[in-house]
């Protein structure tokens, strides 16, 4: 395996006193998918926020592109391009698609840059041009998914922390949004997903961690866990 | 009732949306402006007096709406800021013979201090608790005022010299007038160059969803005080031209009454939209002297009023609109 950007290791997290991640070890790979599964309240979430600076690391160490960042606060770590896109999509509600997208880019100085990586997300998803100047938060669920996509890239992310991003979606939407995660990383975005599909995330991505209990319980490469019914079994809530 | 008030609804929006462009709006401010300047010429002492405290207003409002209207942050103590800055021209020219001029960078640090002060600590509070911390940061200010020494205790400061500018003396209600319209002008461009800024997007995206501008690489703790402190900083030079425009200041004119009534400007007139403030500025200084034959009663129908339009125009009477 080649050096990874990114290193959760031995992490501790805790929400007041109940602590919600108990030793988590997780390497991302550039250029991978990498899914952590598990079920309701296994830590997830609270893993990818611990990463982002959300929530802080009481023990253990993160670190990114070989530098520590596990006292950052969170607007630094995703300037170094950890790009978090939470649970829920926070659109912006009563600004319009476009002006969404531009709060991505808003850190990045040059603005040839902001309008090629503009145009890229319009190419990418063309229902995101043909809406620009709509209200974000009247988009349906796949497209504002859609949006917090491109928002995201508009950052330039160099890893991407997806957080669910199936949540709430029509079946058919749900397999789009997949392959969509799945062009992105081809396009050379190294995604770190959580993402409550099991069968569909294992399909997609390259390496996988199953947590329980804010533990890692399970990990290995996605092929090998989708072979073993067990897993599939147990968190694929059906 | 309801097709009346939609028709009028339908008809006010219909002016506004006339004066909703930005060439329309310079073009409407601009004669405004004129109109105003040539106001004293036709209108007597008093009521240049009251135009006077209408525009003083206007320049508080609009440095609320900062904090308001563009980083959506409450504030119950804004008044705070404008005391300090009527105190320390106060403190510094009677108490220290400071002359006036001299007298404002000081005031102006003392105003981002207290920004800094109030904002650092409220800021991983939410919108309920940030209104009890600066209702009382509001409180403590006037309190503090009302005990020291140094600020002349219940009975504040008098005898503020008249400045002068180049030998003239500012002095008359007239020249205060022209002062103070030459303020709100200066607060009117201010803030629209900062609604236009790149800090006045950051506070556009705080206030939507900070958890989001957050996500995104804004520091919102920086941007955020940032609003506090330019909306202190106009507050205080509201403050500096007011205690050399009456003389004599007291811990009374900085109440919470005076903090929640320019709120109400903020929130009457429509937040985040300068046009709208302007017009809750005037409405609440002008409004209960229009209605002052009326005696006892102005004020309950000036309330009735305000609660109508807040029924009708629950987002102001110009709101921010964005396309």
């Not at chain 2, 800094?116 to 209702?135: N, Q």
Request: some cysteine; hydrophobic content about 50%; charged content about 15%.
């Amino acid at each position: 395996m080649t050096e990874p950007v990114l290193r959760v290791e031995q992490v501790e997290s805790f929400y007041g006193k109940i602590q919600a991640l108990r030793g988590v070890d997780i390497e991302v790979a550039p250029g991978q998918i990498i899914a952590v599964l598990g079920s309701n309240g296994a830590g997830k979430t609270t893993t990818l926020k611990t990463i982002s600076g959300l929530v802080r690391a009481q023990v253990g160490r993160i670190h990114f592109d070989g530098e520590d960042i596990t006292r950052l606060p969170p607007h630094e770590i995703a300037r170094k391009g950890v790009v978090h896109v939470p649970e829920g999509r926070h659109i912006l509600k009563g600004l319009s698609v476009q002006e969404n997208l531009e709060l991505g880019s808003f850190t990045v100085r040059d603005p040839a840059v902001r309008r090629e990586r503009m145009a890229d997300v319009f190419e990418r998803f063309p229902i995101l041009s043909e809406r620009r100047h709509q209200d974000g938060s009247l988009l349906s669920g796949g497209e504002q998914q859609m949006l917090a996509l491109g928002r995201a890239l508009m950052h330039g992310p160099r890893v991407l922390l997806l957080d669910e991003p199936s949540m709430g979606l029509a079946p058919k939407l749900v397999t789009q949004t997949m392959r969509i995660v799945k062009q992105l990383n081809e396009a050379g975005t190294t995604i770190l997903l959580v993402e409550q599909n099991v069968r569909l995330a294992l399909k997609i991505a390259h390496y996988a961690y199953v947590l329980e209990n804010g533990e890692i319980h399970n990990q290995g490469k996605a092929s090998a866990l989708a072979e073993d019914e067990s897993i599939v079994q147990a968190y694929l809530g059906a | 009732m309801s097709t009346a008030t939609g028709r009028t609804a339908g008809l006010v929006d219909r002016l506004y949306a006339t004066f909703d462009s930005p060439r329309r709006q310079m073009l409407l401010m601009v004669a405004i402006v004129v109109v105003m300047a040539v106001l004293p010429l036709v209108m007597g002492r008093y009521a240049t007096t009251i135009m006077t405290n209408a525009l003083l207003y206007v320049v508080l409002a609009l440095g609320l709406n900062i904090v308001v209207g563009y980083a959506g942050l409450l504030d119950l103590g804004y008044a705070a800021f404008f005391a300090v800055g009527a105190y320390s021209i106060g403190i510094l020219t009677v108490q220290f013979d400071w002359n006036f001029w001299l007298a404002i960078p000081p005031a102006l640090v003392a105003a981002c201090l207290a920004g800094v002060i109030i904002g650092g600590p409220t800021l991983r509070l939410r919108s309920d608790y940030l209104a009890i911390v600066t209702l009382g940061f509001g409180e403590i200010v006037r309190f503090s005022a009302r005990n020291l020494e140094i600020t002349g205790r219940a009975s504040g400061l008098s005898n503020i010299p008249e400045p002068s500018f180049f030998g003239y003396v500012i002095n008359s209600y007239v020249d205060f007038y022209y002062v103070f319209l030459l303020l709100a002008v200066m607060a009117v461009i201010a803030s629209h160059r900062l609604y236009h800024s790149r800090l006045g997007r950051a506070w556009l995206y705080v206030r939507h969803d900070e958890d989001a501008a957050e996500a995104m690489g804004i520091n919102r703790v920086r941007v955020k005080l940032a609003a506090y402190v330019t909306g202190s900083v106009f507050g205080a030079i509201g403050g500096i031209f007011f205690s050399v425009n009456l003389g004599a200041i007291s811990p009374e004119s900085f109440s919470f009454e005076q903090s929640v009534l320019i709120l109400m400007a903020v929130i009457l007139g429509g937040m985040g939209k300068i046009p709208g403030v302007i017009l809750g500025a005037f409405i609440i200084i002008l409004g209960p002297e229009l209605l002052r034959e009326l005696g006892e009663l102005r004020l309950l129908l000036f309330a009735v009023v305000m609660l109508l339009i807040m029924l009708l125009r629950p987002s102001g009477i110009w709101p921010e609109r964005r396309h």
